[in-house]
C-alpha cells in the first residue's frame, strides 16, 4: 500500500477493494448465467402450472412481469449512471495534493450517508421533492455513491508512485499521467466499486415503488399487504436472479475494460 493510501485511511490498513483474481472472475462469469437460467427455468415451470386465484394470476402474468423488470432495469441503470459521472470525478479530484485533505471528511459523510436506511432517504427525499422516478433516482445514488467513491480514491493512492513519476519525467501533463498511467492501473478497484453499486441498486430499487417510482418491489408488497405468498416469494426470487445477472454483467465488463497485467 502506497504512503498516501495510509493517510487517507488514518494509518490503518487499506479496506478491502474486493479486487479477485482473474481465474475466480471467469469462474464466475461461468458460473452466474447457469445458475440464473435453472432458477428463472424452475420458476417459470412452476408459474405455468401453479394453480392461482385471480389476484395472484394476474400479478405474476407475463406482461406485468415484463413490465415491472423493466422499470426496474430502467431505473437501476439510470442510478447507475448518475453515481459513475459524480462519484468518479468526485474521487479523482479528491486525490490531486489541494484537495487531498478533504478525502478523509468527504468519504466519512458519504459512509452516514449509505449507513441511513434507504427506506427512510426516499421517503425524506418524497416528502420534500415529492414521488416518482427522478426522487427515488437521487434517493438511490446517494445511497450508492460511497462504494464508487471509496474505490476511486483507494485505487487511485494505490498507484505505485514511481510510475507516476516516471510519467512526469518523460513530459507528460498532469491530465496525461491521470488518463495515461493512474485510471488504467487504478480501474479494477474502480469496477469493484461500481459493481458493488450496481448490486446495491438493484436491491434497494425495491423500496422505489413506495413512491410510485414503479419496479419489482411492487409484487413484494402486493404479496405482505394482501397475503400472497406466491406473489412475495415470486418477487423476491427474481430481484435476487436480477442482481445476480447485474453483477455478471459488471464482470464482464470488468474483465474487458480491464488493461492486461493490472489486475
Known sequence: ?????????GGAPAPDTGVEDRRTTIGLIIGLPLLCAVV?????????????????????????ILDLT?????????????????AIPTGILLT?????????????????????????????LAIWLGFGTSTAVLALAIYAFLPVLRNTIVGLEQVDQTLVEAARGMGMSGFDVLRRVELPLALPVIMVGARTALV??????????????????????????????????????????????????????????TPKGTS
Open 1 to 9: 500500500m502506497s504512503q498516501a493510501a495510509e493517510e487517507t485511511t
Open 40 to 64: 428463472l427455468g424452475g420458476w417459470a415451470i412452476w408459474r405455468s402450472t401453479a394453480d392461482l386465484d385471480d389476484i395472484e394470476a394476474r400479478q405474476l402474468a407475463w406482461g406485468t
Open 70 to 86: 423493466r422499470e426496474h432495469i430502467v431505473l437501476t441503470l439510470i442510478s447507475t449512471v448518475v453515481v459513475l459521472v459524480t
Open 96 to 124: 490531486r495534493p489541494r484537495l487531498r485533505r478533504f478525502a478523509s471528511p468527504i468519504t466519512a459523510f458519504a459512509n452516514a450517508g449509505q449507513a441511513a436506511p434507504v427506506i427512510g432517504v426516499i421517503v425524506l
Open 200 to 257: 446495491l441498486l438493484v436491491g434497494a430499487a425495491s423500496f422505489a415503488t413506495f413512491i410510485n417510482a414503479g419496479g419489482l418491489g411492487a409484487l413484494i408488497v402486493t404479496g405482505i399487504s394482501l397475503f400472497r405468498y406466491p406473489v412475495l416469494v415470486s418477487g423476491a426470487l427474481i430481484i435476487a436472479v436480477l442482481a445476480l445477472l447485474i453483477d455478471w454483467a459488471g464482470r464482464v465488463l470488468e474483465l474487458l475494460l
